[in-house]
């Protein structure tokens, strides 16, 4: 119903991937994984919220490729020293989980009693997480902020403004052969890492595609042609993406879990890209999930602790209810703590970065 309230036409602007997309895309991504984490470890049953609940791997790969995209798409238009690129892009990792570490820590040790080993808080604070333990750690679903960190770290070190498809290869095998090797103090987390190693690479060599000349002149020349005929098409469109979608639907319901991280990371970036492509095509936007888009890494840093830890809803309400409340609370402290991280990088240094 939210999606239906929030829909409207999608204007034809010539641009293939607009910020619109992207974030509608982040809405689709973060959904998945709030509704898998509840779906499969906040419930005892299954099968609730199945079979939305199984899409959290694409979801992880959505946001990853969205990652690569946006940083090969923003270093092809303009070309900026690595310190730069370090103070620009890190700070929008780092201060949103540096305010949420502060404020659990607090808040689990003054309402909860819980304290956390000194040596784990100061490797959660340096982007360092070497498990995942839903039940136990700070906020265990940041393992993938230390698997980002270490995309943007190597990103301005390996890409190649001339040649984005081999930093793409770069990437690749570098993250390929890391987590093949044995890392002993990684033991806990390499498996998940190994379920997501090739989203990034993707997406930074989907930005290239976007920026060759050949797809650029194609675009152009249909772009008269295209505004003629926008609203015979329309049904057209529709229908295609639909049909996207229900693949990557099937797809997914399909995956045989258990078949080897290699298949199953395929599976989800392909998921993934069938997903992105029907939003492409869409002729319609749907702005809750551009809203959700906007905030998504807010909500991904503090929805499990108030899920498991600090349930509000779940204890008192149908289940269904629930589930709708929490994530308009969601968007409400997102967007909250996306305000009070910005306003904290403008008051410091990190906000003339």
């Given at each position: 119903?939210?999606?239906?309230?929030?829909?409207?036409?999608?204007?034809?602007?010539?641009?293939?991937?607009?910020?619109?997309?992207?974030?509608?895309?982040?809405?689709?991504?973060?959904?998945?994984?709030?509704?898998?984490?509840?779906?499969?470890f906040?419930?005892?049953?299954?099968?609730?919220?199945?079979?939305?609940?199984?899409?959290?791997?694409?979801?992880?790969?959505?946001f990853?490729?969205?990652?690569?995209?946006?940083?090969?798409?923003?270093?092809?238009?303009?070309?900026?020293?690595?310190?730069?690129?370090?103070?620009?892009?890190?700070?929008?990792?780092?201060?949103?989980?540096?305010?949420?570490?502060?404020?659990?820590?607090i808040?689990?040790?003054?309402?909860l009693?819980?304290?956390?080993?000194?040596?784990?808080?100061?490797?959660?604070?340096?982007?360092?997480?070497?498990?995942?333990?839903?039940?136990?750690?700070?906020?265990?679903?940041?393992?993938?902020?230390?698997?980002?960190?270490?995309?943007?770290?190597?990103f301005?070190?390996?890409?190649?403004?001339?040649?984005?498809?081999?930093?793409?290869?770069?990437?690749?095998?570098?993250?390929?052969?890391?987590?093949?090797?044995?890392?002993?103090?990684?033991?806990?987390?390499?498996?998940?890492?190994?379920?997501?190693?090739?989203?990034?690479?993707?997406?930074?060599?989907?930005?290239?595609?976007?920026?060759?000349?050949?797809?650029?002149?194609?675009?152009a020349?249909?772009?008269?042609?295209?505004?003629?005929?926008?609203?015979?098409t329309?049904?057209?469109?529709?229908?295609?993406?639909?049909?996207?979608?229900?693949?990557?639907?099937?797809?997914?319901?399909?995956?045989?879990?258990?078949?080897?991280?290699?298949?199953e990371?395929?599976?989800?970036?392909?998921?993934?890209?069938?997903?992105?492509?029907?939003?492409?095509?869409?002729?319609?936007?749907?702005?809750?999930?551009?809203?959700?888009g906007?905030?998504?890494?807010?909500?991904?840093?503090?929805?499990?602790?108030?899920l498991?830890?600090?349930?509000?809803?779940?204890?008192?309400?149908?289940?269904?209810?629930?589930?709708?409340?929490?994530?308009?609370?969601?968007?409400?402290?997102?967007?909250?703590?996306?305000?009070?991280?910005?306003?904290?990088?403008k008051?410091?240094?990190?906000?003339?970065?």
């Open positions: 119903m939210a999606l239906i309230a929030f829909l409207r036409f999608r204007k034809n602007n010539g641009d293939l991937f607009p910020t619109t997309t992207t974030n509608e895309l982040k809405g689709v991504a973060i959904i998945a994984i709030v509704l898998a984490h509840i779906g499969y906040l419930s005892t049953n299954t099968k609730f919220l199945f079979p939305y609940s199984i899409f959290a791997g694409a979801g992880v790969d959505l990853l490729f969205l990652s690569g995209f946006g940083l090969a798409a923003s270093a092809l238009k303009k070309e900026i020293s690595t310190i730069e690129f370090y103070k620009k892009r890190l700070k929008k990792i780092l201060v949103p989980m540096w305010v949420t570490m502060v404020i659990l820590l808040a689990d040790w003054l309402i009693g819980i304290k956390y080993p000194t040596n784990a808080i100061v490797k959660n604070f340096l982007g360092f997480f070497q498990t995942a333990d839903l039940f136990n750690d700070i906020n265990s679903p940041l393992w993938f902020i230390t698997l980002i960190f270490a995309y943007y770290l190597l301005p070190l390996v890409f190649n403004r001339r040649a984005p498809w081999i930093s793409a290869l770069i990437l690749f095998f570098l993250g390929y052969y890391f987590v093949q090797a044995p890392h002993e103090k990684l033991q806990d987390i390499l498996h998940l890492w190994k379920w997501h190693i090739l989203a990034f690479p993707v997406g930074v060599a989907f930005a290239d595609l976007l920026n060759t000349k050949l797809l650029n002149n194609t675009v020349k249909s772009k008269k042609y295209f505004s003629r005929f926008a609203k015979t329309f049904i057209a469109r529709l229908l295609l993406a639909s049909a996207l979608l229900i693949t990557g639907w099937y797809v997914a319901v399909d995956l045989r879990i258990g078949s080897g991280w290699w298949y990371e395929k599976i989800c970036v392909l998921v993934a890209l069938l997903v992105l492509l029907a939003f492409m095509i869409l002729p319609l936007r749907f702005t809750i999930l551009e809203i959700l906007s905030c998504s890494y807010e909500i991904y840093l503090i929805h499990w602790p108030l498991y830890r600090y349930d509000l809803f779940y204890k008192y309400l149908p289940a269904g209810l629930a589930t709708i409340l929490y994530f308009a609370l969601f968007i409400g402290l997102g967007l909250l703590l996306q305000k009070g991280t910005e306003l904290i990088a008051k410091t240094r990190l906000g003339r970065a």
